[in-house]
């Protein structure tokens, strides 16, 4: 089957020009044992984001183009070009995961046409994608794409966080912007794990929504009592690792703070002038805060802050380890793993500037899919 299909394709020029288009390509033949998908549901990833956008400032954006074929532009400020030299001059396909319908498939998995799978091939903006079979995730009769969509980057995230948490010797976890769809996520893995969780979140209908999913420990970082909260959290739960989506200013530094008071608390007479020799581990994942990260040392010498990657760890654990993580996911699908929208564009929406001004916020509650079969 020779055809084309439209592509979203991001693109930043020495000069830190970014252009984001719509791109014909060519879909080439699968092969006996590729799948050609007509992508139906790709969310918007913070991860996305910033491929998709790059380090331009998105209040230059300016649109041009047609309707049909949109183009978005903004500039790289001056002094972050350098920052995307590896990616000058390069048209980069975005979308890291995507769920749609297999329309044709090579020899040897022929019977999965007409089927309904999710994959993280990459490039899922797009209206095609040929991928290779053991790269997707065969959905259960009758689920729609919508729910297959986010089955790999948030879903696999919280039960790398888990996992993580074992593996390191912790009991307990923090989690920040703990009302976002990972979140939620992780909260219901918890309940289900009987992990004990504290949630950090930045508004107070955020831990309204948190409570109605059960969760018990909330704290509210924009509240003048935030680290007494956070401090008593601690002592109940006595979670020493954090992963933390914010990454700038002070909150992982006041993590580390009340885990240190938290631990003092827990086990009294055992005083240093070292601080406490229990290892307490902050990992940031994400960049909701683009500031630099301030740490104000109030807790000892046991102490670390790095950052954590959901690949490089699944590469670290091994192709046994992640295939059962995902076996979980597609067990869990539409319960523990379950993710909402706040709306589904096409691929000429996803380029327009209001959309984008939306999306763009990576605001709790805005999650949008792209639709690429959309119109």
């Keep these: 089957m020779l055809m084309d299909g439209l592509e979203l394709r991001s693109r930043i020029e020495a000069d830190g020009l970014l252009e984001i288009t719509l791109e014909t390509v060519e879909i080439p033949a699968p092969g006996p044992r590729d799948l050609l998908i007509r992508v139906q549901a790709a969310p918007i990833n913070p991860s996305d984001l910033g491929l998709l956008f790059g380090a331009a400032d998105m209040a230059t954006m300016r649109a041009a183009g047609t309707p049909e074929r949109p183009i978005l532009r903004a500039q790289v400020p001056d002094a972050r070009i350098e920052s ?168 992982a530094s006041d993590i580390l703070h009340c885990m240190e008071v938290a631990i003092g608390r827990r086990q009294t007479g055992a005083y240093s002038r070292y601080g406490s020799d229990v290892r307490k581990q902050v990992y940031m994942y994400g960049m909701l805060d683009t500031s630099p990260v301030t740490i104000n040392r109030s807790f000892g010498f046991g102490w670390s802050v790095g950052g954590w990657l959901l690949t490089p760890f699944l590469k670290a654990i091994g192709a046994e380890a992640t295939q059962a993580l995902r076996q979980r996911v597609a067990d869990n699908l539409t319960t523990i793993f379950a993710s909402t929208y706040a709306g589904r564009l096409s691929l000429q929406e996803a380029l327009q500037p209001d959309h984008v001004a939306v999306y763009g916020r990576r605001s709790t509650g805005e999650k949008f899919l792209i639709d690429p079969s959309k119109g």
């Excluded at 999965?112 to 993280?120: D, M």
């Excluded at 950090?200 to 109605?212: A, G, N, T, W």
């Design 84 to 251: 995307m030299a590896g990616r000058w001059g390069l048209s980069m396909p975005v979308g890291i995961e995507g769920a749609g319908a297999v329309i044709d498939a090579g020899a040897e998995v022929a019977h999965l046409i007409g089927r309904t799978v999710a994959t993280a091939g990459g490039g899922m903006y797009a209206e095609y994608r040929v991928l290779p079979a053991d790269a997707c995730l065969v959905l259960p009769e009758g689920t729609d794409a919508v729910d297959g969509a986010s089955s790999f980057v948030n879903p696999m995230t919280a039960l790398g966080m888990v996992e993580t948490m074992r593996r390191e010797g912790h009991s307990a976890l923090v989690h920040t912007a703990a009302a976002s769809n990972l979140g939620q996520m992780l909260v219901k893995l918890c309940q289900a794990d009987g992990v004990p969780l504290v949630n950090i979140v930045r508004k107070p209908e955020q831990e309204e929504l948190l409570r109605s999913l059960g969760a018990e420990y909330i704290c509210d970082s924009s509240s003048i009592n935030f680290r007494d909260k956070l401090t008593e959290a601690l002592v109940a739960t006595g979670a020493t690792i954090a992963f933390d989506a914010i990454g700038g200013g002070r909150l």
